[in-house]
Every structure is written in structure tokens, then in C-alpha cells.
């Protein structure tokens, strides 16, 4: 059972590029999330997404797009990467149900902007 | 605006000693508040979670004390050992129709020394 799996796991762009980070999950969860990881600042939510078709705003939304076309696929869209950028992104998934909901979390993906 | 905030940002434990993590919050809604582990190039994992109706909930090693009028809660690692050597995030979140989605705090690098 794979869980979730993001792609790819490194990368470098130059400033103005574009790239996607795709994320994968097989647990046939509804809600999926992309946070970004950066030194002295905990995880911050970029977008999220309540089932397939749907996807919102989280706390640093400003320079990405996301798109969840299917249920297991969550999509991060850089369109013009900016040094500010570089940071570690976490791609999450997690039932939707009440109470205690565990939110499964991928590998990572470490993106430099050069 | 940091709803969750974390201390100490790092913290150093003799093995056998006692790791205290301290987490408070702004948001009266949050109602559920997990902590994650994560070991180096790995995604955090969910370690143990609390709702607001109990004071305390222990697993093993590992209990939260929750504190609602003072709106904070704790990690204590008991007995730490080296293997407990990782990053410690505490969150929140509220059950909505939104996602469900967590907010972290800013992290504690914890180091257990032999």
C-alpha cells in the first residue's frame, strides 16, 4: 500500500519558470491538502481540496494554483517560480468524517529557486 | 496570524529524561489537537491526538495534557530515547465542512543525547 506519493521528490527551477508537483493518494481519501515546510515556521497550508472537482484557499495561497480533476490526484502548479518559493512541500490526505480525523502525509518534495 | 504557537523551537533531553513540549492556541473553536512526528527526509506522522472533553490522554510513552480555560496543551515524552530523536509539530483543527484542515505550529527540533 503505496499511501501517498508525490512526484518528483527534488528539484531545481530558475526564477520565472513553471513546474507541477503532482501528488498521488490510494487510500481513496475525499479531502487532500498541500502544505509547504520552512525553517522556524511549522507547516502552512498553500490549498485544499474536499473531493474531486473542489479546491479552496489555505493560509499562503499567493503564487500557486491547484487542480484535483480525479479523487486521487491533487495537482500544485508553480507559474512563475520566485526564490521565496524554495521550500520543502508536503502533499496530505485524510478521510472525511467526523471527529479524530489522522491526515496521512508524503515524503516531500525539496524545490530550490534559483 | 500564528493560531498555533510552539515552544521551545528546540530542545536537548539526556535519554531516560523527560521532553516537554509546550503548545498554545488562539482559535476557541479548535477541537481536536494532534501532534505529528517527523524523522529527517520523511513526512510527519500522526503520534497522538486529543479532544477538548478530556485532560490528559496517554499511549505508551507518549501523553498530551490539555488545558481548555488556558487554552494549551503539552507533549511530555517519558523515558526519551535516542530513537525519539525527530521534529515535533502540534495542531489544530475544527470538524466543518471545510476539510477538517490543520493548522501546525512552528515545530520543536528535539534531540535525545545517549
Known amino acids: 500500500n503505496a499511501g501517498v506519493t508525490q512526484t518528483p521528490k527534488f528539484r531545481v527551477l530558475k526564477t520565472g519558470q513553471s513546474m507541477t508537483l503532482l501528488c498521488a493518494q490510494d487510500m481513496n481519501h475525499e479531502y487532500m491538502y498541500w502544505y509547504r515546510q520552512d525553517p522556524g515556521m511549522g507547516l502552512r497550508l498553500i490549498h485544499y481540496?474536499?473531493?474531486?472537482?473542489?479546491?479552496a484557499k489555505g493560509e499562503v495561497p499567493d503564487g500557486y494554483n491547484v487542480s484535483r480533476l480525479k479523487k486521487q490526484n491533487f495537482l500544485l502548479g508553480l507559474e512563475s517560480a520566485a526564490p521565496s518559493q524554495t521550500s520543502v512541500y508536503f502533499c496530505?490526505?485524510?478521510?472525511?468524517?467526523?471527529?479524530?480525523?489522522?491526515?496521512?502525509f508524503g515524503q516531500g518534495t525539496r524545490l530550490t529557486v534559483v | 496570524q500564528q493560531q498555533v504557537k510552539q515552544s521551545p523551537q528546540s530542545l536537548i533531553v539526556q535519554k531516560g529524561g523527560i521532553s516537554i513540549i509546550n503548545c498554545a492556541y488562539e482559535n476557541t473553536a479548535f477541537d481536536y489537537f494532534p501532534w505529528y512526528q517527523q524523522f529527517p527526509g520523511k513526512g510527519p506522522a500522526l503520534l497522538i491526538a486529543i479532544r477538548p472533553d478530556v485532560s490528559e490522554k496517554k499511549e505508551g510513552r507518549f501523553t498530551i495534557s490539555f488545558n481548555k480555560s488556558a487554552k494549551q496543551f503539552s507533549l511530555h515524552i517519558m523515558d526519551s530515547q535516542p530513537g525519539d530523536s525527530a521534529t515535533y509539530f502540534c495542531?489544530?483543527?475544527?470538524?466543518?465542512?471545510?476539510?477538517?484542515?490543520?493548522?501546525f505550529g512552528q515545530g520543536t527540533e528535539l534531540s535525545v543525547k545517549p
Open positions: 481540496s474536499v473531493g474531486e472537482g473542489t479546491t
Open positions: 495542531a489544530a483543527s475544527m470538524e466543518d465542512n471545510q476539510g477538517g484542515k490543520l493548522i
Open positions: 496530505a490526505s485524510s478521510y472525511a468524517s467526523q471527529g479524530f480525523t489522522e491526515a496521512f
